[in-house]
């Protein structure tokens, strides 16, 4: 299941593997903590390659998250990242 959160991501962004992540860290942190307070659970960032992605754990199944059309978007980790 990908699910697409609807507030803009108006950050810098690079494409590893197919997959829009955010750019620098430090955007990458800002967007944790927007959607740890919309899941009301904790979410971290995690480096892949030259990219950064938001980690979490939502009813028990870990989640990753990029960009996908300037949203965040749930990705598929089995798709070639890790």
Not at 4 to 21: M, P, R
Not at 22 to 28: E, L, P, V, Y
Not at 45 to 54: E, Q
């Amino acid at each position: 299941m990908n699910s697409i959160f609807s507030a803009s991501v108006f950050d810098a962004t690079v494409i590893v593997d197919g997959h829009e992540l955010f750019k620098g860290q430090g955007a990458a942190n800002g967007w944790a903590e927007k959607l740890s307070r919309e899941l009301e659970v904790p979410v971290s960032v995690r480096k892949i390659r030259t990219g950064w992605v938001l980690c979490g754990t939502v009813d028990g199944e870990e989640c990753v998250w990029g960009v996908y059309g300037q949203r965040l978007k749930r990705l598929d980790i089995a798709a070639g990242l890790g």
